[in-house]
């Protein structure tokens, strides 16, 4: 193990770490806690500039309260589940798919394709914006939650693909010639055989989606404008526009917005690292 | 009975093919979407950008001239290069993120109780919103009331007003940046510490190797797929930089914090009208930026495939 087991060094040097871990997770954290902070303050704290003190009283409640039945903040996470699930959905199984088809079969174009799908999920979104904006406008899907899904479907396979591929690559190959000498369906193949062993890649894949997609905003900017659509990343500019200067509710709000993924992070923790990590090791 | 004959006739030839035929199948919805949204799209924007185009009357043909309106920035002043300028700042100082997120990695790669839950929560940042971290950093900025002029007035310093200020805003959106991209790094380098080989650190420590030389010689060299990772998530995101210029200075004061990605936006979807086309051709410029680091990815890829 590198650096050096802590364990077999001087006791000295052990209690300095021990107390260095939480002063550097305090200094990490700052910026955040600062906001969990403002987020239980009553609004008299901020015309007092009492910023950094101890709030004068706790208002952890009213000003959860506020955001939660005083704004259209409940619509917009609502927003960003019904974006965010279909689109998972939606991009796990057209991956699985492709990823079936790119890591089992050998065919001359087989290697073009996938990079294809490498290069386009590294293409900046500024070159798809004016285009996709155009099509989801025709398609009359402009400002629906419905085009933002079905963009979000196409980009995420690029990566999603990539994945799902390199997985099956590593499964045993032998496994496939036998069901073939069976004489089972390459359908079957991909459904009884391949499927069931894809599960911990399927895991991983949905918790990195599932954060890509609530955590985006650019999209969300470009193909949505309103409350009945938008989700809660570009909602939340609003929510601040409306509550302007009310720094204990645009805390409570970011707080509330940053939530979701956070939860679904230490829920899924060992399927979110083993998915962010792929390919980190040989 | 003819259909009873006919049938087994067309299952062997789908039969005999199946195997070339399978793979088409499997790709046609994935291949169909990806076509339609992302590959069209990109040829579509080249094309687009030898338009003169306000997204609702007719386009107009003329030629290269957004570029050179582009070049000699005859639409708006001190906006292309100064772009072009804060992408390049992006570029290297987001690297910083490797380093550093090795060197947290290094710290936090101990057995002591409780180590677990303080590697989730120092990777904490990387999974809330980009929005979210903006407007974090933009509160810790405030000249006002923000941490930072707090801790920069316990030593008699400041204020600074650091988004306000065209000599230090980008450098204050690029840190704000680093903060989750670093916490991905050090993931990354997280698992590939745990998969160095043990017996390769334990003949270093025999040879006396120091921490030092030992880290330089032994285990970078394990890390190699960590680093590369590492290094192409931070160059797209240094690319991809718009969440965080958006929401902390929407590319002020005085566009100074503009990247080419902002910028594009701006042009293309402004309140002071559409201009695709000429969007269009800086989108363009961007994605040949990308363009070099994306064949070099895929040519380290190519090679990787190759070897096996």
Redesign the interface.
């Known amino acids: ?7 077999k060094q001087p006791r000295a040097a052990q209690i300095t ?2 107390a260095m ?1 939480p002063l ?2 305090l200094l ?5 806690l ?2 969990a902070l ?1 987020s239980v303050k009553p609004a008299a704290d901020f015309t007092n ?1 009492n ?2 003190g101890m709030p004068s009283s706790f208002e952890g409640a009213f000003n959860y309260g506020q955001v939660f039945f005083n704004s259209d903040m409940p619509r917009y996470l609502l927003n960003s589940f019904l974006i965010t699930v279909p689109t998972v959905i939606g991009a796990v199984a ?2 699985c ?2 990823g ?3 890591g ?2 050998k ?1 001359r174009s ?2 073009w ?1 996938f ?6 999920n ?11 904006r155009d ?1 989801t406008l025709e398609l009359g899907l402009y400002n629906t939650k419905t085009g933002l899904v ?2 979000h ?3 995420q ?2 990566f999603c ?1 990539l994945f799902m591929r390199n997985f099956i690559r590593a499964l045993p190959f032998e496994l496939i010639e036998a069901a073939r000498v069976e004489g089972i ?3 079957r193949i ?1 459904w009884y055989v391949v499927l069931p062993l894809m599960k911990p890649a399927i895991a991983a894949l949905s918790v990195l989606i599932f ?1 890509f997609i ?2 985006d ?2 999209w969300a ?2 193909l949505t404008q309103g409350a009945e659509s938008q989700p809660v ?1 570009a909602g ?2 609003s929510f ?1 526009a409306q509550f302007r200067a009310a ?1 204990q509710l ?2 409570a709000g ?1 707080i509330v ?2 939530l979701p ?2 939860a ?3 829920l899924m ?1 060992k399927h979110f ?1 083993a998915g ?2 792929l ?4 | 009975m003819t259909a009873a004959v006919d049938a087994p006739e067309q299952e062997s030839w789908f039969h005999r093919n199946q195997q070339r035929i399978a793979p088409w199948l499997f790709l046609a919805p994935g291949l169909l979407f990806f076509m339609v949204y992302v590959i069209i799209p990109v040829f579509q924007s080249f094309n687009l950008s030898l338009y003169e185009w306000d997204g609702l009357g007719a386009a107009e043909y003329v030629g290269f001239r957004n570029y050179e309106n582009l070049y000699w920035e005859l639409y708006d002043r001190d906006a292309f290069y100064i772009s072009l300028k804060n992408n390049l700042i992006w570029l290297i100082l987001y690297l910083a993120a490797i380093p550093a997120g090795l060197f947290i990695a290094l710290f936090l790669n101990q057995t002591v109780w409780g180590i677990r839950l303080y590697k989730s929560l120092f990777f904490f940042p990387f999974v809330i919103s980009q929005v979210v971290v903006g407007l974090v950093f933009t509160w810790f900025y405030d000249p006002t009331f923000g941490l930072l002029n707090e801790f920069l007035g316990f030593f008699g310093l400041g204020p600074l007003n650091v988004l306000g200020d065209e000599r230090f805003v980008t450098y204050g959106i690029i840190f704000a940046g680093l903060w989750p991209q670093t916490a991905y790094c050090m993931i990354l380098y997280l698992t590939g510490l745990n998969a160095v080989d043990p017996e390769q650190i334990e003949a270093g420590r025999l040879d006396g190797a120091k921490s030092w030389r030992m880290l330089w010689h032994i285990i970078l060299p394990q890390l190699r797929p960590a680093t590369f990772i590492a290094f192409v998530v931070t160059i797209i995101g240094a690319l991809r930089s718009f969440d965080l210029i958006s929401i902390m200075t929407q590319g002020g004061p005085f566009g100074s914090s503009r990247v080419l990605a902002y910028y594009m936006f701006e042009v293309a979807l402004s309140e002071y009208g559409f201009r695709m086309g000429y969007g269009a051709a800086i989108a363009v410029i961007l994605f040949l930026i990308m363009l070099c680091f994306i064949a070099y990815f895929l040519w380290s890829m190519y090679r990787e495939e190759k070897g096996h």
């Open positions: 193990m590198f650096p050096k087991p802590i364990e770490y021990q871990l550097a997770l990490w954290l700052g910026p955040l600062a906001v403002f500039a910023y950094w057209l991956s798919m492709t079936f088809a790119l089992i079969y065919f087989n290697i394709i990079f294809m799908f490498v290069a386009g590294f293409v900046p979104f500024q070159i798809l914006m004016v285009p996709v099509l079905l963009f479907i196409a980009f396979t690029g693909t369906s390459e359908w991909f954060t609530w955590n905003y650019f900017v470009v990343t939340i500019t601040n720094y645009m805390s970011s917005a940053a993924p956070v679904m992070f230490f923790q690292i962010l990590t390919g980190a090791v040989k």
